[in-house]
Antibody, heavy 117, light 106 residues
Framework: EVQLVESGGGLVQPGGSLRLSCEAS????????MNWVRQAPGKGLEWVSF????????YYAASVKGRFTISRDNVKNSLYLQMNSLSDEDTAVYYC??????????WGQGTLVTVFS | SFELTQPPSVSVSPGQTASITCSGG??????VSWYQQRPGQSPVVVIY???KRPSGIPERFSGSNSGNTATLTISGTQAVDEADYYC?????????FGGGTKLTVL
């Protein structure tokens, strides 16, 4: 069974940093591209970042480019999102999502990031 | 920038057919996925590559994509289908989600 378990969310002040992790199991992690997708409270889904299976291709949404860094460790079966210079607009549930056929076929349960002043 | 437009809400009676549209420039040239999200839960893919249904998704869910519009169709809608639905496609190096459609079954 595919499992994606996010961690690292919490409360942070504006301008602060946070590192999210996603531990994958139940599939060959190194064979799949991965995404981070977020959802602000009461709002829709917003794609954040993509990383290919071997980390050779990385994309970011314009709203986070230059502030967020996606990475992965295929030995540890883990996906990461380093978030710097956080603002109120980054408050959201962050989902780890497995890429499949130009879409997402599995989602984690999400981890909540709250930026408060 | 590329955008996907969905109606904010759609209502349907139980047993009837619900259609949710997703519009974007030359969308028919791209693969579209659809996701169902019930309150308090993570999204679940119900259609990928325009028309394909993952294992475990009921046959009443189907998709199409042509021109500038993709459509998610739910035949014989059931109360359990009440949820938010999002379309998604890639435009070059950016993944884009539609704003979401709240499906009400009443």
């Amino acid at each position: 069974e595919v499992q994606l378990v996010e961690s690292g969310g919490g409360l942070v002040q504006p301008g602060g940093s946070l590192r999210l992790s996603c531990e994958a199991s139940g599939f060959t992690f190194s064979s799949y591209s991965m995404n981070w997708v977020r959802q602000a409270p009461g709002k829709g889904l917003e794609w954040v970042s993509f990383i290919s299976s071997g980390s050779g291709t990385i994309y970011y949404a314009a709203s986070v480019k230059g502030r967020f860094t996606i990475s992965r460790d295929n030995v540890k079966n883990s996906l990461y999102l380093q978030m710097n210079s956080l603002s109120d607009e980054d408050t959201a549930v962050y989902y780890c999502a497995r890429d499949y056929s130009r879409g997402v076929d599995h989602w984690g349960q999400g981890t909540l990031v709250t930026v408060f002043s | 920038s590329f955008e996907l437009t969905q109606p904010p809400s759609v209502s349907v009676s139980p047993g009837q057919t619900a259609s949710i549209t997703c519009s974007g420039g030359k969308l028919g040239d791209k693969y579209v996925s659809w996701y169902q999200q019930r309150p308090g839960q993570s999204p679940v893919v119900v259609i990928y590559q325009d028309t394909k249904r993952p294992s475990g998704i009921p046959e009443r869910f189907s998709g199409s994509n042509s021109g500038n519009t993709a459509t998610l169709t739910i035949s014989g809608t059931q109360a359990v289908d009440e949820a938010d639905y999002y379309c998604q496609a890639w435009d070059n190096s950016t993944a884009v989600f539609g704003g979401g459609t709240k499906l009400t079954v009443l």
